[in-house]
């Protein structure tokens, strides 16, 4: 099957590719590698990308899009850009304004997904990550429901095709579905999701509610970046994962990222790296037996790569709920 083809259908009628290519990276690795790695990954057939206003690196990822546009590689429909709300723009009256500044940086006239990228507030300012002089992150106190109010009309106004959460556990999604006069459901939730940190329990929630789950750190996150707790184990030297991948010929990557699809997940994979990118798209070309996906749903370990630690006191830390 042609791997541009396999996609799953949101809750609002819009498709998203099953497999997408993560632009984050740690703020040291130089812009034009966003640039170079993204224009790779559509000219050999990743049709989904996913980026955030935090990355910094969306004008490089914009140009790349539009470059694939201009030399006819792709056409805008075909391919699904997702944008992110930060924390410090969850005042309602900031999320237009932020995502008109993320297209300002693309120079597209629409994303087709836009999410709340955690649901725990900071002070609206400059800084992404506001502190106080003794260090400690400055919180804001905003309602995520009126977030998503904003995003409703956001969506009304054709500035993105769906919208979504991402970092919500299954109480704080629950918020939003039962909120009075709620207009549009969200279409996923962005968490992190791997064989270390499975998140069964969480994926039911959302199939029950048919919202997609979608997967970050797959591949065990970046151990390098500011944001990662680099104390946990490798998953990617995971002796299971390798002895599948080996049996398979295949990747302990590539095995992480089949199994993820095969449970009905869309899995995203970060890589600037040429021979990683292009390994990543194979994931279509081999399947995994019941006792393999069994066998990885025995890694789970609660490992949590992205903790946020700093936030633990914020009344919508997210992860300190069992799902
Ligand atoms: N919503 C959120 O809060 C949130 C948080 C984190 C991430 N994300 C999104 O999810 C994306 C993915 O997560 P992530 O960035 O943490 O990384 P990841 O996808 O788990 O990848 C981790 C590392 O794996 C390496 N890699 C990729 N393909 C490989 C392969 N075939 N074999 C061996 N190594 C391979 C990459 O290094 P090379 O570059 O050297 O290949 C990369 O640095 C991000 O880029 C971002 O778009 C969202």
Known sequence: MDPKSQKVKLNDGHFIPVLGFGTYAPEEVPKSEALEATKFAIEIGFRHVDSAHL????????????????????????????????????????????????????????????????????KPGNEFVPKDESGKLIFDSVDFCHTWEALEKCKDAGLTKSIGVSNFNHKQ????????GLKYKPVCNQVECHPYLNQSKL???????????????ALGSQLSSEWVNSNNPVLLEDPVLSAIAKKHKQTPALVALRYQIQRGVVVLAKSFNKKHIKENMQVFNFELTPEDMKAIDGLNRNIRYYDFQQAIDHPEYPFSEEY
């Open 203 to 217: 994926l039911e929630f959302c199939k029950s509610h048919d919202i997609v789950l979608v997967a970050y750190a």
């Open 173 to 180: 999604l629950e918020k939003i579905l039962n909120k009075p």
């Open 55 to 122: 990355y910094q690196n969306d004008e490089q990822v914009g140009q790349a899009i539009r470059s694939k546009i201009a030399d006819g590689t792709v056409k805008r429909e075909d391919i699904f850009y997702t944008s992110k709300i930060w924390c410090t723009s969850l005042r309602p009256e900031f999320v237009r304004p932020a995502l008109e500044k993320s297209l300002k940086n693309l120079q597209l006239d629409y994303v087709d997904l836009c999410i709340i990228h955690s649901p725990m507030s900071l």
